[in-house]
């Protein structure tokens, strides 16, 4: 199986920068596509960036050229770096893993979530 673990969120003004990191440990061979999704109290979760194991990457139109995915294959961790940080950007971010297609679904589950880390923007 597959366990990931967010960290990084905190408090900041608005106009301020976090990055935030999302290690992977268990089978991380059964890992393709990342991704960081959000949720904001009342609302629901949606997605903010994705990257493909050969990094390609997906962003959300409310973040682009704001926010950047990225992953370090060898050390199984994914990052999301986050600028010019907006109120509206306040949000429990999760991170995400697709299981690869070259590992058994009666084992391994569609995909992975951690709990998330908490990210609160001050206006």
């Known amino acids: 199986q597959v366990q990931l673990v967010e960290s990084g969120g905190d408090l900041v003004q608005a106009g301020g920068s976090l990055r935030l990191s999302c290690a992977a440990s268990?089978?991380?061979?059964?890992?393709?596509?990342m991704g960081w999704y959000r949720q904001a109290p009342g609302k629901e979760r949606e997605l903010v960036a994705s990257?493909?194991?050969?990094?390609?990457?997906n962003h959300a139109d409310s973040v682009k050229g704001r926010f950047a995915i990225s992953r370090d294959n060898a050390k199984n961790t994914l990052f999301l770096q986050m600028n010019n940080l907006k109120p509206e950007d306040t949000a429990r971010y999760y991170c995400?893993?697709?299981?690869?297609?070259?590992?058994?679904?009666?084992?391994?589950?569609?995909?992975?979530w951690g709990k998330g880390t908490l990210v609160t923007v001050a206006s």
């Open positions: 268990g089978d991380t061979h059964c890992i393709s596509t």
């Open positions: 995400n893993a697709d299981r690869d297609s070259s590992c058994p679904p009666w084992y391994y589950a569609m995909d992975y």
């Open positions: 990257i493909t194991r050969g990094g390609t990457t």
